[in-house]
């Protein structure tokens, strides 16, 4: 088992630009979650989905969008990059009655 | 408003010692708990968690203690091993499975050999 893959593992973007970060998992996790950190701050929640087709806002979902088309995958689609998306982003996937197993990150920089 | 607070952003502990991460949350409504640990470049591993039923729960070298009242939490590391040396993460959920975890910002724990 591969875990939770993530890329790219770094990005640089122009204000105003988009993209997306890709997130997958190969344990048939009905859940998974997008996280970003921020220097001296906690991980904080962006969107959750609870299994295909399903999504739902977390603590700082502006700015991004997501949808849950298959159960392996969940990107996260940032329209119109800011500075304040600048951040390193981390997916997460887990099942029911478990804790989350989270993937490596990708760093993103906005300029 | 940080409803999860490391007051501690760093810990230096000799090999073999005790080590003791703190935590406090605001939120009366936790009612679960979880420690995270991460090493650079890599994302939080789940390391032990509590739910507010218990007030202490061991697995191997860690052991965590929930005071409710105080809602305070700490991670207790004995003895403490060079490979310890990471980032630990309090967080915290209302109830065991929902997906609405809060986060402290971390303490960089450092074993010295």
């Known amino acids: 088992n591969a875990g939770v893959t993530q890329t790219p593992k770094f990005q640089v973007l122009k204000t105003g630009q988009s993209m997306t970060l890709q997130c997958a998992q190969d344990m048939n996790h009905e859940y998974m979650s997008w996280y970003r950190q921020d220097p001296g701050m906690g991980l904080r929640l962006i969107h959750y989905?609870?299994?295909?087709?399903?999504?739902d806002q977390g603590e700082v979902p502006n700015g991004y969008n997501v949808s849950r088309s298959t159960t392996e995958d969940f990107p996260l689609r940032l329209l119109s990059a800011a500075p304040s998306q600048t951040s390193v982003y981390f997916c997460a996937s887990r099942a029911p009655g478990e804790t989350q197993y989270f993937g490596p990150g990708t760093r993103l920089l906005v300029l | 408003d940080q409803q999860v607070k490391q007051n501690s952003p760093s810990l230096s502990v000799q090999e073999g010692r005790i080590s003791i991460l703190n935590c406090d949350y605001t939120n009366s409504m936790f009612d679960y708990f979880l420690w995270y640990k991460k090493y650079p470049a890599e994302g939080p591993t789940f390391l032990i968690s509590i739910s507010s039923i218990k007030d202490k729960n061991e697995d191997g070298r860690f052991t965590v203690f929930l005071n409710k009242s105080a809602k305070h939490l700490s991670l207790h590391i004995v003895p403490s091993q060079p490979g310890d040396s990471a980032v630990y993460f309090c967080?915290?959920?209302?109830?065991?499975?929902?997906?609405?975890?809060?986060f402290g910002t971390g303490t960089r724990l450092t074993i010295i050999p």
């Open positions: 967080a915290a959920s209302e109830d065991f499975g929902n997906e609405k975890l809060t």
């Open positions: 989905s609870v299994g295909a087709g399903i999504t």
